[in-house]
């Protein structure tokens, strides 16, 4: 699943990665105009019974509360929700809203 900007460049791409936790691979900005894609991956995953999720994160350049709100409502839903390879902007969003014990990093690393 992809958006795609005004020339037609991708913007943002998720992909379910099968496996034990499933895995959900993020790409690029992840803001209002795109977290659709990642909640339609997650509300799949919970549709199909999965429990736990893990979100790698390691090639997103960019995510605001939009990609955040998706993960918190996954989680308060009663999803077992990790986030891998944040980059450093996305780890220090997950902080300050206050989201990391609800939210896990792996690997584990400061906020700076």
């Known amino acids: 699943m992809g958006v795609r900007d005004g020339g037609g460049r991708p913007v943002a791409r998720v992909e379910v990665v099968p496996g034990r936790p499933t895995a959900v691979a993020v790409h690029g900005e992840i803001d209002a105009a795109s977290a659709d894609l990642l909640d339609a991956a997650v509300t799949e995953l919970r549709r199909r019974g999965c429990t736990e999720v893990v979100v790698d994160l390691a090639h997103v350049t960019f995510m605001d509360l939009s990609g955040l709100r998706v993960l918190h409502l996954a989680a308060v839903d009663g999803m077992s929700v990790v986030v891998r390879n944040p980059p450093r902007i996305v780890r220090r969003v997950i902080d300050?809203?206050?989201?990391?014990?609800?939210?896990?990093?792996?690997?584990?690393?400061?906020?700076?």
């Not at 809203?97 to 896990?104: N, R, T």
């Open 96 to 112: 300050l809203a206050g989201m990391a014990d609800l939210l896990p990093i792996e690997p584990p690393g400061e906020v700076g």
